[in-house]
């Protein structure tokens, strides 16, 4: 009879990744009996981010890799962040300085995961030496970088968090700086037409839900994802940000 095989449902370089179990008993041998749950997750870090993290730790679940990368970005902290996939856990190091990331796993990869299903583990300082330009240049592991804004912009659309980041929350209204080269964004369809409009006016929460191809959930992750740019103008005080009354006007 022949042997039947099966395609690895585990993506290409996998198989050398530390198993999720085993990095959780490595993080348990490292705690001290002191220590809680919520500062053994966010390692050895600055803290002032420490404390910007905790935000999200001390609601009672934990913090999502978006949250983690605005976080670094905020702080101009380079950190390296510790993701479970299924039953492995892959790194990804983000230097915010030189917007470029670094993942275990060719980038490539990592963005045709369902983003939604990585789970961070632990945050700590990187280790990492920030590349330099003849360590990005070479072929082997060009692979492994990419673009810090790239990231962002993915995980903003794709990743867990479809509520907007507590920085650009609450009674606002956006425009899109006009510095800002959506260029690099690539975007089509809606979304372009969105990031039109939102580059000629300021415009609620409220707004953007009902443009064409929009809710408030696709709104909220594409202004959390040019926040993340830092293409982002985010007025208190204009006329559009004092007529938002979401819930005021809608069951």
């Not at 179990?21 to 053994?40: C, G, K, M, N």
């Not at 910007?52 to 890799?65: K, Y």
């Not at 009902?210 to 994802?225: I, V, Y």
Request: glycine share 6%.
């Amino acid at each position: 009879m022949p042997v039947m095989t099966f395609e690895s449902t585990l993506p290409m370089g996998a198989a050398e990744l530390m198993r999720a179990s085993a990095f959780r008993r490595q993080v348990e041998l490292e705690r001290d009996v002191t220590d809680t749950r919520i500062s053994t997750r966010l390692s050895s870090l600055d803290p002032s981010l420490h404390q910007d993290l905790l935000r999200f730790e001390g609601e009672g679940r934990q913090s999502e890799l978006l949250e983690v990368m605005a976080g670094a970005v905020r702080h101009a902290s380079a950190l390296t962040v510790h993701l479970q996939l299924r039953e492995h856990v892959l790194a990804l190091t983000v230097f915010p300085v030189h917007r470029v990331v670094h993942c275990v796993l060719p980038v490539a990869q990592l963005l045709a995961l369902q983003l939604t299903d990585l789970v961070v583990l632990r945050v700590e300082k990187a280790q990492m030496q920030v590349p330099d330009l003849q360590t990005l240049a070479q072929s082997a592991v060009q692979p492994h970088y990419a673009p810090l804004g790239h990231l962002l912009w993915e995980l903003a659309l794709r990743g867990a968090r479809d509520e907007l980041l507590p920085e650009i929350a609450g009674q606002a209204a956006y425009r899109i700086t006009p510095t800002m080269d959506l260029g690099l964004l690539e975007l089509t369809g809606t979304l372009a037409s969105a990031c039109d409009k939102l580059k000629r006016q300021t415009t609620s929460l409220r707004e953007i839900a009902e443009w064409p191809g929009f809710d408030r959930t696709r709104a909220m992750r594409m202004l959390n994802g040019l926040y993340l740019q830092a293409g982002l103008m985010v007025s208190r005080t204009h006329p559009a940000a004092t007529n938002e009354g979401w819930f005021s006007t809608r069951s």
